[in-house]
T-cell receptor, first 115, second 110 residues
Framework: DAGVIQSPRHEVTEMGQEVTLRCKPI?????LFWYRQTMMRGLELLIY????????DSGMPEDRFSAKMPNASFSTLKIQPSEPRDSAVYFC?????????????FGPGTRLTVT | GQNIDQPTEMTATEGAIVQINCTYQ??????LFWYQQHAGEAPTFLSY????GLEEKGRFSSFLSRSKGYSYLLLKELQMKDSASYLC???????????FGTGTQLKVEL
């Protein structure tokens, strides 16, 4: 079975540009999570969806960040405009209701560098 | 809010046993996770404790004391491939919203 798929794996962009990160959750999973990981702050939950509906976006740092999930197999995280402090690894994770012990399956991550 | 503490680094010898501690302070505690993360890779699930006590899963065991706000991950018969970061995470009010500690970098030496 395919795991969580993220694209691109690496993104380098200039400050002020729009960045869109993409995620395809595991088929049949009804929860999708976006995380950000930095050396300073560790792994932080940004937002999560259940059945394509945003449930908790309290971790989204500011209005420059937005996330959508138009269908069960696709989600995007957009940063507009991007800033150097947004440089981090962004992970997408998914799980299914009733899954073993709330286990979340993480994608390989997108390493974002904003210059 | 939530506060999670775990040691930054630990070093152990191949074949030995190591215990990685995690203490937490949170309201509405629901459960505690341990994840393993190799350098440059995604975190992978190791364990989830809701009730007090020890749960064993092969070479890995996880312990939880809800009253003390304390957990540990025990790794037995250490192998070189166990060198990784071990992340403690807690949930409050449900099993979805994870708050992670900064992780313990474990180095296994010969």
């Amino acid at each position: 079975d395919a795991g969580v798929i993220q694209s691109p794996r690496h993104e380098v962009t200039e400050m002020g540009q729009e960045v869109t990160l993409r995620c395809k959750p595991i088929s049949g999973h009804d929860y999708l999570f976006w995380y950000r990981q930095t050396m300073m702050r560790g792994l932080e939950l940004l937002i999560y969806f259940n059945n394509n509906v945003p449930i908790d976006d309290s971790g989204m740092p500011e209005d420059r960040f937005s996330a959508k999930m138009p269908n069960a197999s696709f989600s995007t995280l957009k940063i507009q405009p991007s800033e150097p402090r947004d440089s981090a690894v962004y992970f997408c994770a998914s799980r299914r209701t009733g899954g073993y012990r709330y286990e979340q399956y993480f994608g390989p991550g997108t390493r974002l560098t904003v210059t | 809010g939530q506060n999670i503490d775990q040691p930054t680094e630990m070093t152990a010898t191949e074949g030995a046993i190591v215990q990685i501690n995690c203490t937490y302070q949170t309201s509405g505690f629901n459960g505690l996770f341990w994840y393993q993360q190799h350098a440059g890779e995604a975190p992978t699930f190791l364990s989830y404790n809701v009730l007090d006590g020890l749960e064993e899963k092969g070479r890995f065991s996880s312990f939880l004391s809800r009253s003390k706000g304390y957990s540990y991950l025990l790794l037995k018969e250490l192998q070189m491939k166990d060198s990784a970061s071990y992340l403690c995470a807690v949930t409050a009010g449900g099993g979805n919203k994870l708050t992670f500690g900064t992780g313990t970098q474990l180095k296994v030496e010969l």
